[in-house]
């Protein structure tokens, strides 16, 4: 279950907010919107002005332990639909379940089959756990199949290649836990970058350092294969790294952090236009962005030598080929 902490309203408020004004005024238009936004819908009313449309997923109940908690999804349908009477949004919608059981299974618990018309401008995927976990789903007939997260991705992608756009950018936001990474995924990475990268985190012994940045180099690989298998260029901005809320680490006998990273992609529809490719060194040896309780700055490891960033958003922003080569160039 999400737990709101000031981090995560730094991230919302200086790092996701000031780039979705960014490709609102470049389209001159406000944004779809499509994700996690939470039982208080806190990213919808700090991006408010930018967006238009708001289609959400909201569990109501989630298990901790051998707890299970109740979620009163009316709270978000009913703060959505004010907003749409106050004409604040033109349309919202909530699914009630877990997004998998949603896009993969195709009907919400309410009985509400999913389906999408639009091209949505922002993703927000704030799983908060593993991409690798897999989760049970009870399909037509009784029949049950495994999913894992990254085949959500995969199929929110293909519904999002099927609408095209003549303004085709979006971001995606993809917020995953580090904590517990299963380095068997390692195997799936394959080319001299990847292998001249793990070979240097070889060298690092504090665990934690490295799971982090397996976890970038993975999320690297994989959602590069699915947005290109998609056909959109895909371009990821620096990941933002940050301690996320406390768990009873039960092995030591104390409280810990999980370790969070929020991804930020840009995508374009990439039919009939020529692509981009990332440089995959780059983006492994540059630092990531660090959120504390006020603020956001390039993240120094004394365990580890990595290039600076650009400090400023926007002009990273504008310094990525995508904005470059693509979206500079688009009406």
Not at 85 to 110: P, T
Request: positive net charge.
């Amino acid at each position: 279950m999400f737990t709101e902490h000031k981090r995560k309203e730094i991230i919302r408020k200086f790092w996701c907010k000031p780039q979705i004004a960014f490709l609102s005024n470049k389209l001159n238009s406000k944004l779809s919107y499509i994700g996690l936004p939470g039982i208080e819908a806190l990213d919808i009313k700090a991006w408010l002005d930018y967006l238009n449309r708001v289609v959400a997923f909201q569990c109501s109940e989630y298990k901790e332990g051998r707890t299970t908690k109740k979620v009163d999804v009316n709270v978000l349908d009913n703060y959505l639909v004010d907003l749409e009477r106050r004409a604040l949004l033109e349309s919202s919608k909530v699914y009630e379940g877990f997004m998998e059981d949603i896009v993969m299974g195709g009907m919400s618990e309410r009985g509400d089959v999913y389906s999408q018309s639009d091209y949505f401008k922002v993703y927000n995927l704030d799983f908060c756990n593993q991409l690798t976990t897999p989760r049970e789903v009870i399909g037509p007939r009784g029949k049950i199949k495994y999913y894992h997260k990254l085949e959500v991705i995969d199929k929110l992608l293909s519904f999002q290649k099927d609408n095209r756009d003549n303004g085709s950018r979006f971001i995606m936001y993809l917020t995953v836990n580090s904590n517990t990474f299963n380095q068997n995924y390692l195997k799936e990475l394959s080319g001299s970058e990847y292998g001249r990268y793990l070979k240097k985190l070889d060298t690092i012994r504090k665990p934690e350092v490295v799971a982090v940045r397996h976890l970038k180099a993975f999320c690297f690989h994989r959602m590069t294969e699915i947005f290109e298998k998609n056909n959109f260029s895909v371009e990821f901005l620096p990941p933002v790294f940050y301690l996320g809320s406390e768990y009873p680490n039960r092995a030591k006998g104390n409280f810990e952090n999980h370790r969070m990273m929020t991804f930020t992609i840009l995508g374009t529809n990439a039919a009939g236009q020529s692509s981009i490719k990332q440089d995959v060194w780059k983006f492994l040896s540059q630092k990531f962005v660090f959120a504390n309780n006020s603020r956001l700055m390039p993240y120094t490891d004394k365990f580890i030598d990595e290039d600076d960033l650009q400090s400023k958003i926007i002009e990273l922003m504008e310094g990525t080929l995508t904005y470059k080569e693509l979206w500079s160039k688009m009406a």
